[in-house]
């Protein structure tokens, strides 16, 4: 029998997507050496930008690394959350 929908929240989501992200790209790092079309393709993202407010600074910047296990990996996470 299926889970109840109240136990798949949109937090698994992210953290099978992330974990099934990790897993992919260091599988793609690990087996780049053997095959190098499977290493990252692209890089996606925007350097840091600064937000100065005298009394704090807080730094903002995201780079996505993607290549083929990578995405492989994310759509694992997709599919294991779907079956939960």
């Known amino acids: 029998m299926k889970g109840s929908k109240a136990s798949r929240t ?9 974990l099934g992200g990790l897993a992919g790209s260091a ?3 690990t087996v780049a050496v053997f ?3 499977l290493k990252n393709a692209s890089r996606v993202g925007f350097g840091p930008a600064t937000l100065k407010l005298g ?3 807080l730094t903002f910047g995201l ?17 294991i959350y779907r079956r939960l």
Not at 10 to 18: A, E, F, Y
């Open 10 to 18: 949109p937090w698994l989501l992210v953290v099978l997507l992330l």
């Open 27 to 29: 599988l793609g790092d």
């Open 35 to 37: 095959a190098p079309f």
């Open 55 to 57: 009394f704090l600074n």
């Open 63 to 79: 780079a996505l690394a993607v290549g083929p296990l990578t995405v492989l990996g994310f759509v694992a996470g997709y599919l």
